[in-house]
């Protein structure tokens, strides 16, 4: 058997270390981009901003994106763009700001603040009194109830409601009940009822429904008066406000 020299031995032992010493560094150079892909993947490189991941290499970014992919992620998604959104504070910003607006109308609108809710108004005189019971906000299209209540305190010959104009201007009188004994619109558009006459301490309860147009956007002047033939027994001054 032929004994390696020593000159032979040194050979090996250079070829050795001149391997060794470049896969170590590969080794090490492999480490800390996995180390550096999982820092960004948890957010600790974050705070700096965008430049870091600008200043990564393609082989770390390449690592990064697959230490931070959870397996069977499509490869549409971008974790960057579609879970941290990275570029999208703008728009996080504006969804959210939406969302609270939209909170906002639907909280309104529990509050009554585009109806309907019915509102009671008294009126009353020496001869009888008037109430009504209505909504003061409509929105568009919709149905309501206007539900009018009067009582004789002295005997009525010829009780007779008073609607103004903004009741019947582009809405619906779908149904009068009781209906009345006539009506009549006078020149400002008021809308007269008339009912039979009505002994001291009777009620009658008249119910009208009415359907408001879209299109009567606005407040319209709501008032009612209670009148027997032409003398005036009680009045209601109030609006109403239609919604579109």
């Known amino acids: 058997m032929i004994q390696p020299g020593i000159?032979?031995?040194?050979?090996?032992?250079?070829?050795?270390?001149?391997?060794?010493?470049?896969?170590?560094?590969?080794?090490?150079?492999?480490?800390?981009?996995v180390r550096r892909a999982h820092l960004g993947a948890t957010g600790r490189y974050r705070?700096?901003?965008a430049g870091i991941h600008a200043a990564m290499p393609?082989?770390?970014?390449?690592?990064?994106?697959?230490?931070?992919?959870?397996?069977?992620?499509?490869?549409?998604?971008?974790?960057r763009r579609h879970r941290d959104f990275e570029g999208r504070a703008g728009g996080q910003w504006l969804r959210r700001a939406f969302v609270a607006l939209l909170v906002l109308f639907l909280a309104a609108a529990l509050a009554n603040v585009f109806g309907q809710a019915a509102a009671t108004d008294m009126a009353g005189g020496a001869s009888g009194t008037l109430a009504v019971k209505?909504?003061?906000r409509i929105r568009g299209g919709l149905t309501y109830q206007g539900e009018f209540v009067i009582h004789a305190t002295?005997?009525?010959?010829?009780?007779?409601?008073?609607?103004d104009r903004g009741w019947v201007d582009q809405?619906?009188?779908?149904?009068?009940q009781p209906e009345p004994a006539g009506s009549i619109t006078d020149a400002e558009g008021d809308l007269k009822l008339r009912f039979a006459p009505m002994a001291p301490g009777r009620t009658l309860v008249v119910y009208v429904e009415f359907q408001a147009n879209p299109i009567n956007v606005g407040s319209h002047d709501a008032g009612?008066?209670?009148?027997?033939?032409?003398?005036s027994v009680a009045s209601i001054s109030r609006t109403q406000f239609d919604f579109p």
């Open 134 to 136: 209505a909504p003061s």
């Open 154 to 163: 002295r005997p009525l010959g010829a009780p007779t409601l008073v609607l």
């Open 224 to 231: 009612v008066s209670l009148y027997d033939g032409g003398r």
């Open 171 to 176: 809405t619906t009188v779908n149904t009068v």
């Open 58 to 79: 393609a082989e770390e970014d390449e690592v990064l994106e697959a230490v931070g992919r959870p397996e069977g992620l499509p490869a549409e998604i971008d974790l």
């Open 7 to 33: 000159d032979q031995l040194s050979g090996l032992q250079a070829t050795h270390h001149d391997l060794w010493v470049p896969a170590m560094q590969s080794a090490k150079t492999a480490s800390e981009i």
């Open 47 to 49: 705070s700096a901003g």
